[in-house]
């Protein structure tokens, strides 16, 4: 046998296979740039459509909302007791359209890296007020106490109109989850690099399991009495995405009546 001419067939096999192998996968690898490059185009067309719609529907709901506070508080003509009602209940829809909708415009915005923070010297206490002024009805209708142990002179470096969207999300899940007549707390602590804030609420206290889940995007409570709570399951990875913004991080921690919902952000300018 002719070992030198089996060795010359033997090598050009091999080449041959290891040729087509590499065409193979260059037409792969093409195949798969232009499947890449045709999500990411619709990827980017579904999020500036959810921005736009989402921005369109921003300005009309407030309107909308305004014209039906306007009449259900009597500014346009005296109401009855089932038209008040009735107007109530369309106010409270009309809210939880109008938080979905903002919820979806940061969404588009943390998608498309638009998600700046503006940072700028503000006082931590206005934004807290605000946010209570927000909720004040619903706190009253859940009778729950209020606390705030935010100093009133304690002024920061941060996006005000973010902190604002963090402190409503907080507030707006305390109230939900938290028992009728419980508490809800706000503290403050300066550390040696951040500026530590929190959020407690009394309620059911949440699971490890369901805990590390909490900030994720579009995720809810699943417990037979929390599915009963109408939600994105947007709020908490939106305040997530702010936070660390700021060069921070969120969390909750579980304590013997409730849950405390924590985040510090860097110190800077204050």
Known sequence: MDYRLLFYFVSIFFFLLLFTIIIYYKKKIAYLTRCNKSLLKANKNYLDMLGFVSHELKGIMGSVIMCVYSVRDGFLGMMNFHQRKALDAAVRN??????????????SRIEKGELKARKRKINIKDITMQAKDTF??????????????????LNIFADKDQLKTVYDNLLSNAIKYGKKGGRIILNFEKLEEFLQFSVYNDGEVISQ?????????????????YKKISGTGLGLFITKKIVENHGGRIWVEPKEKGNEFIFKIKKGGE
Do not use: C, G, H, W
């Open 136 to 153: 004040s009805k619903q706190i009253s209708e859940k009778e729950m106490v209020f606390k705030d142990n935010v100093p009133k002179d």
């Open 209 to 225: 399991a369901k805990r590390d889940n909490l900030f994720k995007k579009f995720y809810r409570l699943s417990t037979e009495e």
């Open 94 to 107: 009309l809210e939880r359209l109008e938080d979905t909708v903002k919820n979806y415009l940061d969404l």
